[in-house]
């Protein structure tokens, strides 16, 4: 179970970077609008792939839970 726990942190560090990089570049003042906008919007389709490494990921937690509670 220790391993579901690492792959859970792990792909919350992503995200919470993923984030970060979005907040950085809407306060950037550097940027041109358009710039900004393709960057935002790819920067939220990695966050969008995490989201669902989340969901599958704990359909399997739940699957190796349940195949071991049907062992014993």
Same mark, same amino acid.
Do not use: A
């Given at each position: 179970m220790r391993i579901f726990n690492i792959i859970k942190s792990e792909l919350n560090s992503d995200k919470l970077?993923?984030?970060?990089?979005?907040?950085?570049?809407? &306060? *950037? /003042?550097?940027?041109?609008? &358009? *710039? /900004?906008?393709a960057t935002i919007k790819k920067l939220l389709g990695e966050i969008a792939i995490i989201e669902m490494s989340f969901k599958i990921f704990g359909g399997y937690i739940t699957n190796e839970v349940n195949d071991e509670l049907t062992k014993e």
């Open positions: 970077k993923l984030e970060e990089e979005v907040e950085r570049v809407i &306060n *950037d /003042k550097g940027l041109e609008t &358009n *710039d /900004k906008i």
